[in-house]
């Protein structure tokens, strides 16, 4: 008796296993589900951006690539100050997904405005650090991503322009 419960609860288990990993699979498919203009390389128009309270980057470069859990996007940037860093991140839209290479923050969340524009929230051990809106024109050649935090003594408001250089 005592083998064939747990024989039964076994195989519940293992089926409800099963099943949420299937169903995990399935909205990870489709919440991947970037907009196309999104995919390729684009690079920061520091002329056009503005960094509050500064100073502005020196440069940036991101590369958003699609993948079947998501958009993996890399940032290569370089400060005033000649320092430099690159980060990656997996994005899925509704999941909290891990960054790697940044102090900062150590997650991203994403959520769908609209077919153009998401918002980020940024997070570092389950705090917000910020959140930046990005919005892709319709025509796909330029993206800007507004990013603000509030939660410092020194609120930052960073608006950054970007153009596309490559698909």
Do not use: C
């Not at 056009?48 to 993996?72: I, N």
């Not at 990656?88 to 923050?105: H, P, Q, R, S, W």
């Amino acid at each position: 008796m005592r083998a064939r419960l747990l024989a039964v609860t076994l195989a519940a288990l293992v089926s409800l296993f099963l099943t949420s990993g299937a169903l995990g699979a399935f909205q990870l498919r489709s919440t991947a589900e970037a907009p196309p203009q999104l995919i390729g390389s684009w690079r920061l128009n520091v002329a056009k951006s503005k960094y509050s309270p500064g100073p502005p980057l020196r440069s940036e470069t991101r590369v958003y690539t699609k993948g079947a859990d998501g958009v993996k996007g890399v940032v290569s940037r370089v400060y005033g100050d000649g320092r430099s860093e690159r980060f990656e991140y997996l994005a899925n839209f509704g999941k909290d997904m891990m960054v790697t290479g940044i102090e900062e923050y150590d997650s991203v969340t994403l959520r769908k405005i609209d077919d153009l524009s998401s918002d980020a929230v940024l997070s570092h051990a389950g705090t917000v650090y910020g959140v930046a809106r990005r919005v892709i024109a319709p025509d796909g050649k330029t993206m800007t991503i507004t990013f603000d935090r509030k939660s410092t003594e020194t609120p930052v408001h960073n608006v950054a322009f970007y153009d596309k250089v490559a698909n």
